[in-house]
Each structure stands twice: as structure tokens, then as C-alpha cells.
């Protein structure tokens, strides 16, 4: 890969030194159990291998689309996850360690030269993806002229992914923002994505937050008489929804309100944090979305808390002395950013929720111990 790669800092080719690669004006990058860590600000998930929850493997082998036929194509599989590949022209990338990773980037600084693809496929990435426009154009800038950009991303899904899932797109958006200037070769709903696959899937991850009673009970019904209990009460007061965490709320929802306040002394700020230079610029525009991403992590963990107990409960395991959590509620007051233009304040926040997200993670445990255990039993 070397004579293909480039800084992502100064955009300079690199050398390979002593397990480090080195730019032309010193920026060094680790190369960890023979993958280069290729991104501006190396943080301990780009360098630690990731758990198992948090690992993709949405399709178990990736293949070249069969026109690409060359044997000396250069191809990319941008945002592998741990999907593995035996083909030699194959270069799998991903912002994730994983063990059939290649190469650790960011899809919003790809560490190549320009020119350097024939092919780039990205499968349930973009909806993943921060800038989804930047990236765009780092896929444009990488591939060859004549060169085959290949992209399957989220419409109608719900929330899902690690580490974030920041964007569906509707097939316009896909059509005019990135194919954009590129000769459009097809444009098509695939077999995996039918209809049929939106509807289920939503029925599927509906049914499975509901308590087994109630889950039950909708599946007996007729579907017309489903749909009258759904369509009596569409609000959060429908008892179908009483049990909802805040996380099942969030990643089912057909729309969202934020309300937010502009800070004082706003503009003067930002221009300070903007005149400290891009490296600065840049570390507090990762914290921030490091913040929100951590954020969204603690509802989830909150959520399995909810979840593994209510599976206990229903089988009668009895009562159990395991901690009880805060509401979700307090949990994220308690983490919340008390300055969003002080990093300091952004990387204190974000270390407390990661420590909340483990005290989760340990009652979680618990209940999942204990549930297995009396399962196990035969009670």
C-alpha cells in the first residue's frame, strides 16, 4: 500500500520507519499489528481492537462487483468493518482496529493519492459518516479517471451503529448530492432494501422493545385491528409505548425537536478557538462530536439495562439486590457539558459519561448473569 498512500496532515507522500510512518515534514503515524493508523488525531479506538458490540459485519465476505474485471484494479472497501476479503486487489479501511481491516482512516481524510482506484465501494457507511459531503469528495478525488464509485446507504431504517449513525438519505439526495457531477450508471432499490425489508425491519425492532405480553398480544391480533390500537393514540401516551426507553423512543421516531440556546459572547469565542490554529480548530470539532456520540452511548447502555431486566422479570426470576439506575434523565444532566466552547469542559463531560456508560455496563452484566443462570436452571 505505501507507494499509494499520502499524510493526511500535509497531504505529502510517507515513509515507512522502525513500525511508523513518516511524512516529509516529520508527522508520524503508528503502525499497530501491521495496520497504519492514518488519521489526524489518533484516540484509543482507532488503536485498540473494538468490543464485539461495536464491531460491523453486515455481509459475511466482500467481492468486486463482477465488471470489475482488471487483475491489476486497485480497489477500496471504505468502511469494512470486519468483513473479510481474500482478493488481492482489495484495500479494506475502516475507522475501526478490526482484524480484517487493513488500514485505520477517517472517510473524511482518506490517506491516498489522487488518482489512485478503480473502484471504491461503501455499503451501510455514509449513513455512519459525520461530513457526508467531504467524504464525497475524497471518493471523487482517490478515484481514477473512468473509475466506478459504488454506494448502498440508509433510507427508511431506524437508528443503528457504532459509532454513531448521523444521516439517512433519501434516493435524491443520493442521486443529486453524491453522484452529483459523476455519470450516473444505475440507480436502483436492491433485493436487500425492498420495501418489504423497511416495513419488517420496523415491525421487527417495534415488537422486540415491547413487553412480551404486549408483544403477544399485537401478534394474535389482525393486522387491521393492530393498526386501529396504533392509530387510537399516535403520542407517547399510547400504552403501547409505556415501557419505551428513551433510546427505543430515539431510534424509532419519525421525526426530532432540539432546542438550543446560543451561547454568550458567541462569535468572539469561536474566533478565539478558529485563531489558536486548524490543529485546535480541529481537536474541538472531534470533542464535540465525540460528546454527542458518548451521549447517545449511555442511552443505549440505560436501554439494556431496562431491557435484560424486563427479560428476567417476565421469566419470574424473583427479585434480585442489583443497583437500580438513575433515570436516564439524571444520568445526562449529570454528564452535561457545562461550557460546549471550553474543550476542557467537553473532554471532562465525555469522560463521565464514559464512566457512566460503564457503571451501565455493570448492572447490565448482572442481570444478564442472573437471567442466564436461572434459564439455566430450569425454573
Same mark, same amino acid.
Given at each position: 500500500?505505501?507507494?499509494?498512500?499520502?499524510?493526511?496532515?500535509?497531504?505529502?507522500?510517507?515513509?515507512?520507519?522502525?513500525?511508523?510512518?513518516?511524512?516529509?515534514?516529520?508527522?508520524?503515524?503508528?503502525?499497530?499489528?501491521?495496520?497504519?493508523?492514518?488519521?489526524?488525531?489518533?484516540?484509543?479506538?482507532?488503536?485498540?481492537?473494538?468490543?464485539?458490540?461495536?464491531?460491523?459485519?453486515?455481509?459475511?465476505?466482500?467481492?468486486?462487483?463482477?465488471?470489475?474485471?482488471?487483475?491489476?484494479?486497485?480497489?477500496?472497501?471504505?468502511?469494512?468493518?470486519?468483513?473479510?476479503?481474500?482478493?488481492?486487489?482489495?484495500?479494506?479501511?475502516?475507522?475501526?482496529?478490526?482484524?480484517?481491516?487493513?488500514?485505520?482512516?477517517?472517510?473524511?481524510?482518506?490517506?491516498?493519492?489522487?488518482?489512485?482506484?478503480?473502484?471504491?465501494?461503501?455499503?451501510?457507511?455514509?449513513?455512519?459518516?459525520?461530513?457526508?459531503?467531504?467524504?464525497?469528495?475524497?471518493?471523487?478525488?482517490?478515484?481514477?479517471?473512468?473509475?466506478?464509485?459504488?454506494?448502498?446507504?440508509?433510507?427508511?431504517?431506524?437508528?443503528?451503529?457504532?459509532?454513531?449513525?448521523?444521516?439517512?438519505?433519501?434516493?435524491?439526495?443520493?442521486?443529486?448530492?453524491?453522484?452529483?457531477?459523476?455519470?450516473?450508471?444505475?440507480?436502483?432499490?436492491?433485493?436487500?432494501?425492498?420495501?418489504?425489508?423497511?416495513?419488517?425491519?420496523?415491525?421487527?425492532?417495534?415488537?422486540?422493545?415491547?413487553?412480551?405480553?404486549?408483544?403477544?398480544?399485537?401478534? *394474535?391480533?389482525?393486522?387491521?385491528?393492530?393498526?386501529?390500537?396504533?392509530?387510537?393514540?399516535?403520542?407517547?401516551?399510547?400504552?403501547?409505548? *409505556?415501557?419505551?426507553?428513551?433510546?427505543?423512543?430515539?431510534?424509532?421516531?419519525?421525526?426530532?425537536?432540539?432546542?438550543?440556546?446560543?451561547?454568550?459572547?458567541?462569535?468572539?469565542?469561536?474566533?478565539?478557538?478558529?485563531?489558536?490554529?486548524?490543529?485546535?480548530?480541529?481537536?474541538?470539532?472531534?470533542?464535540?462530536?465525540?460528546?454527542?456520540?458518548?451521549?447517545?452511548?449511555?442511552?443505549?447502555?440505560?436501554?439494556?439495562?431496562?431491557?435484560?431486566?424486563?427479560?428476567?422479570?417476565?421469566?419470574?426470576?424473583?427479585?434480585?439486590?442489583?443497583?437500580?439506575?438513575?433515570?436516564?434523565?439524571?444520568?445526562?444532566?449529570?454528564?452535561?457539558?457545562?461550557?460546549?466552547?471550553?474543550?476542557?469542559?467537553?473532554?471532562?463531560?465525555?469522560?463521565?459519561?464514559?464512566?457512566?456508560?460503564?457503571?451501565?455496563?455493570?448492572?447490565?452484566?448482572?442481570?444478564?448473569?442472573?437471567?442466564?443462570?436461572?434459564?439455566?436452571?430450569?425454573?
Amino acid at each position: 500500500m505505501l507507494p499509494l498512500l499520502r499524510c493526511p496532515k500535509s497531504h505529502s507522500p510517507l515513509t515507512l520507519k522502525n513500525d511508523r510512518l513518516l511524512s516529509e515534514r516529520g508527522d508520524e503515524y503508528p503502525v499497530i499489528n501491521g495496520k497504519p493508523i492514518l488519521v489526524k488525531h489518533v484516540l484509543p479506538f482507532h488503536v485498540n481492537v473494538p468490543a464485539s458490540e461495536k464491531v460491523s459485519q453486515n455481509i459475511p465476505h466482500f467481492s468486486v462487483i463482477s465488471f470489475i474485471d482488471r487483475r491489476d484494479a486497485v480497489v477500496l472497501h471504505l468502511g469494512s468493518g470486519n468483513v473479510p476479503s481474500t482478493d488481492p486487489r482489495v484495500i479494506s479501511l475502516d475507522v475501526l482496529p478490526c482484524e480484517h481491516v487493513d488500514l485505520v482512516a477517517d472517510a473524511e481524510e482518506l490517506p491516498f493519492q489522487n488518482n489512485t482506484f478503480d473502484y471504491v465501494e461503501s455499503g451501510a457507511v455514509f449513513e455512519h459518516i459525520h461530513n457526508p459531503l467531504t467524504t464525497i469528495k475524497e471518493v471523487k478525488r482517490i478515484l481514477k479517471p473512468g473509475g466506478i464509485f459504488y454506494i448502498d446507504t440508509a433510507f427508511i431504517q431506524s437508528y443503528h451503529g457504532y459509532p454513531g449513525h448521523y444521516y439517512n438519505m433519501t434516493p435524491l439526495a443520493v442521486e443529486s448530492g453524491i453522484v452529483d457531477d459523476f455519470i450516473m450508471m444505475q440507480s436502483v432499490v436492491p433485493d436487500s432494501a425492498t420495501p418489504l425489508v423497511s416495513v419488517t425491519s420496523l415491525i421487527d425492532r417495534f415488537l422486540s422493545y415491547l413487553p412480551e405480553d404486549d408483544k403477544a398480544k399485537l401478534l *394474535s391480533m389482525s393486522l387491521s385491528d393492530v393498526l386501529k390500537v396504533m392509530k387510537s393514540d399516535l403520542s407517547s401516551k399510547n400504552p403501547l409505548l *409505556s415501557q419505551y426507553s428513551e433510546y427505543a423512543m430515539r431510534s424509532m421516531a419519525a421525526s426530532f425537536v432540539v432546542l438550543a440556546k446560543k451561547p454568550e459572547h458567541y462569535e468572539d469565542r469561536v474566533s478565539a478557538i478558529l485563531r489558536r490554529g486548524r490543529s485546535e480548530s480541529e481537536k474541538w470539532h472531534l470533542l464535540k462530536q465525540q460528546y454527542y456520540e458518548a451521549r447517545m452511548e449511555v442511552m443505549l447502555r440505560h436501554h439494556e439495562v431496562l431491557f435484560y431486566k424486563r427479560l428476567a422479570q417476565e421469566k419470574n426470576c424473583g427479585p434480585q439486590r442489583i443497583q437500580e439506575p438513575s433515570p436516564v434523565s439524571h444520568l445526562l444532566a449529570n454528564c452535561a457539558v457545562r461550557d460546549i466552547l471550553d474543550l476542557d469542559s467537553i473532554k471532562s463531560s465525555i469522560q463521565r459519561l464514559r464512566a457512566t456508560e460503564e457503571d451501565l455496563k455493570k448492572i447490565r452484566e448482572q442481570w444478564i448473569t442472573f437471567y442466564l443462570q436461572f434459564s439455566s436452571s430450569g425454573k
